[in-house]
């Protein structure tokens, strides 16, 4: 069973610093592009950045500058990390992956993590 577990959320202050892992566990050969998004309550859920397997990197215009997202294939693992962080921040942060195939099967598509809350005060 493909699984993703994300972890690294917490309260921070306004102009802090934190920083998001999202492991993908299961039997997987191989996992292609990658995201993270969010969503404030009331709010829909937005893209915040997406990286392909080859680590091309996209972002929101609202991250630019203060996030950065990465990868490492051997852990399964995408990363975001988030600096100088604002109130408007403040959401719950879900992973995602496009697509993933397992060791003895075919493409799958879009998976979610279970969300990380990420609060920032001002």
């Known amino acids: 069973q493909v699984q993703l577990v994300e972890s690294g959320g917490g309260l921070v202050q306004a102009g802090g610093s934190l920083k998001l892992s999202c492991t993908v566990s299961g039997s997987i050969a191989t996992i292609g592009d990658m995201g993270w998004h969010r969503q404030a309550l009331g709010k829909q859920r937005e893209l915040v950045a997406a990286i392909t397997s080859s680590g091309s990197t996209n972002y929101a215009d609202f991250v630019k500058g203060r996030f950065t997202i990465s990868r490492d294939n051997t852990k399964k693992t995408v990363y975001l990390q988030m600096n100088s962080l604002k109130p408007e921040d403040t959401a719950v942060y879900y992973c995602?992956?496009?697509?993933?195939?397992?060791?003895?099967?075919?493409?799958?598509?879009?998976?979610w993590g279970q969300g990380t809350q990420v609060t920032v005060s001002s």
């Open positions: 995602n992956v496009k697509r993933l195939r397992r060791l003895f099967g075919g493409w799958e598509y879009d998976f």
